[in-house]
């Protein structure tokens, strides 16, 4: 199976949560394969330094754990149709949301989060 890892889902990973040992367990699987967007490493990034965590020690698991996955022009591009068409329903669903879902959509992944915009949407392991 393979599965994008949102940035909430590394979040509770990193913490120890509840929420975090389902990926923890995915990891143990060596038939699965994970994938990481780079716009992700931002969000981790923010949350790394708000709570007086090293990025970079955070870096080297999450590159340990899935390949990071670099964006085109055309994704940003699509994620701008993909966050107008989330809208309708959910008047603030981001931008990186509507990315992870355009990469999801290429791709056929499906998407580790506990993040609330993506609750109903099909292909994702809810963390709860």
């Known amino acids: 199976m393979e599965y994008i890892i949102d940035s909430y889902a590394w979040i509770e990973y ?9 990926l923890k367990k995915l990891f143990l699987d060596p038939k699965n394969k994970f994938f990481t967007l780079e716009c992700c490493l931002a969000e981790i990034n923010g949350w790394a330094i708000k709570n007086n965590n090293d990025f970079s020690n955070l870096l080297l698991i999450i590159k340990a754990n899935s390949e990071i996955l670099n964006l085109k022009e055309i994704d940003w591009i699509l994620a701008g ?3 107008a068409k989330q809208r309708q329903n959910q008047k603030d669903f981001g931008l ?3 990315v992870i879902l355009v990469k999801q959509k290429e791709f056929d992944y499906k998407i580790i989060t506990g993040d609330k915009h ?3 949407l099909k292909k994702i392991i809810f963390l709860k």
């Not at 990193?14 to 389902?22: D, I, N, T």
Request: net charge negative; aromatic share 16%.
């Open 81 to 83: 149709e993909e966050r």
């Open 14 to 22: 990193f913490l120890g949560s509840f929420k975090g040992e389902v």
């Open 96 to 98: 990186i949301d509507s």
């Open 118 to 120: 993506f609750k109903d």
